[in-house]
C-alpha cells in the first residue's frame, strides 16, 4: 500500500495589499482611476487559494483607503478635488480572485456651498458613493522589508 502526503506552508501574516483600479461615482457622473491601501482584519497568507479551508469572508474583505488618480472638478466650479488634483476614497472591498476586488465606498471632496453661492467661492467637505473594480498587489512584503531596515529601538 502506498501513501501520498502534501505538505504546506499555512504561516499567515498580516497583510496590507494596495489596489490600482478604477471608480465610478453615479450621483455626480464621475470615472476615474484611483489607488489605495487594503487593510485586513485577519493574517491572509497570500500563497494560500482562495478557496482553502479557512479562508471564509474575513479573508476576502478589507476596508480600502486611496487617492483618486485624477481630478473630479466640474466646469462649472462647483465641485473641487480635496487636494490639488485628487480626492480621498475610503470604502472596503471583496476579493473576488487572488488579484481582483470589488469595492465600494465614498469619495471625498469639496463642493461650493449652496448657501453663499454666488456671493462666496467657499467650499464645504462632500462626499458621494461609488463602487469600483481594481487588481491587488501585495505591499505589505516592502512594508515589512522597510520596516526591518529600520529599527528606532537603539539610541
Same mark, same amino acid.
Given at each position: 500500500m502506498t501513501s501520498t502526503s502534501i505538505t504546506a506552508d499555512t504561516r499567515a501574516d498580516n497583510y496590507v495589499g494596495m489596489d490600482i483600479g478604477i471608480l465610478h461615482a453615479g450621483d455626480i457622473s464621475e470615472t476615474t482611476p484611483y489607488a489605495g491601501l487594503n487593510f485586513y482584519l485577519r493574517p491572509v497568507n497570500k500563497d494560500a487559494p482562495l478557496s482553502s479551508e479557512g479562508g471564509g469572508f474575513l479573508r476576502r474583505f478589507s476596508f480600502t483607503c486611496g487617492l483618486s488618480l485624477q481630478g473630479i472638478d466640474d466646469a462649472l466650479d462647483t465641485r473641487k478635488n480635496l487636494f490639488k488634483s485628487q480626492s480621498v476614497v475610503l470604502g472596503a472591498g471583496y476579493s473576488l480572485s487572488r488579484n481582483i476586488r470589488a469595492g465600494?465606498? +465614498?469619495? +471625498? #471632496?469639496?463642493?461650493?456651498?449652496?448657501?453663499?453661492? @454666488?456671493?462666496?467661492?467657499?467650499?464645504?467637505?462632500?462626499?458621494? @458613493?461609488? #463602487?469600483?473594480?481594481? #487588481?491587488d498587489a501585495d505591499v505589505g512584503k516592502y512594508l515589512k522589508g522597510i520596516a526591518k531596515h529600520l529599527d528606532f529601538s537603539e539610541d
Open positions: 465600494g465606498g +465614498v469619495l +471625498v #471632496f469639496r463642493e461650493r456651498d449652496p448657501e453663499t453661492y @454666488p456671493l462666496t467661492s467657499k467650499t464645504q467637505l462632500a462626499y458621494t @458613493p461609488y #463602487f469600483s473594480l481594481s #487588481f
